[in-house]
């Protein structure tokens, strides 16, 4: 009789060990599942703040340009129809025209870029965390029939391009 409560106490607790990892390794898995789509919706929140910062960085800096367009064409008209020489215009200097936009929009560009990468970066982890959980026993044998999650990556075609044929030529930056 001592025997048999053992036995059967001992079985609960094995049952229980079971139980309690099976619903370890669904909960871990619904919350991986969890993470993964909202990292995969904050991709693309982040993907469409890069570009709206670009586009209206790039604005203002277009409005910049035509700002300076104009004040080199009116400081030029200035020095020739106002009985003053040409050679007046050479010597004297044009008034200081702010360029730090354009240094603006760089930094933009390299922070919302490298931000953006770091957020497909985390999806890849999540990604992988994920399917090692479904793979790997003894977590497969729960969590082996879960759905595959597909991360949505956005590369460069030049980039897709090089993966392709393993081939990258050098980027030309002598925009001539």
């Given at each position: 009789?001592?025997?048999?409560?053992?036995?059967?106490?001992?079985?609960?607790?094995?049952?229980?060990?079971?139980?309690?990892?099976?619903?370890?390794?669904?909960?871990?898995?619904?919350?991986?599942?969890?993470?993964?789509?909202?990292?995969?919706?904050?991709?693309?929140?982040q993907y469409d703040n890069m570009i709206k910062k670009i586009?209206?960085?790039?604005?203002?800096?277009?409005?910049?340009?035509?700002?300076?367009?104009?004040?080199?064409?009116?400081?030029?008209?200035?020095?020739?129809?106002?009985?003053?020489?040409?050679?007046?215009?050479?010597?004297?200097?044009?008034?200081?025209?702010?360029?730090?936009?354009?240094?603006?929009?760089?930094?933009?560009?390299?922070?919302?870029?490298?931000?953006?990468?770091?957020?497909?970066?985390?999806?890849?982890?999540?990604?992988?965390?994920?399917?090692?959980?479904?793979?790997?026993?003894?977590?497969?044998?729960?969590?082996?029939?879960?759905?595959?999650?597909?991360?949505?990556?956005?590369?460069?075609?030049?980039?897709?391009?090089?993966?392709?044929?393993?081939?990258?030529?050098?980027?030309?930056?002598?925009?001539?």
């Amino acid at each position: 009789m001592k025997i048999l409560i053992i036995g059967l106490v001992s079985l609960l607790i094995i049952a229980g060990s079971i139980g309690g990892c099976a619903i370890s390794y669904h909960n871990t898995a619904i919350n991986l599942e969890s993470q993964f789509n909202a990292v995969q919706k904050d991709n693309q929140n982040q993907y469409d703040n890069m570009i709206k910062k670009i586009m209206q960085s790039s604005q203002v800096t277009s409005a910049q340009a035509e700002m300076i367009r104009n004040i080199v064409v009116e400081h030029a008209q200035a020095r020739t129809t106002s009985g003053g020489s040409l050679m007046k215009m050479v010597t004297e200097s044009i008034p200081n025209i702010p360029t730090d936009t354009w240094t603006n929009l760089q930094n933009i560009i390299i922070a919302s870029r490298d931000k953006f990468a770091l957020c497909q970066t985390k999806l890849l982890d999540i990604k992988r965390e994920h399917d090692a959980l479904r793979q790997r026993f003894p977590s497969s044998l729960i969590c082996g029939g879960r759905p595959v999650l597909e991360a949505t990556i956005v590369t460069s075609t030049r980039t897709q391009q090089a993966f392709e044929t393993g081939v990258d030529d050098d980027i030309n930056l002598n925009l001539k």
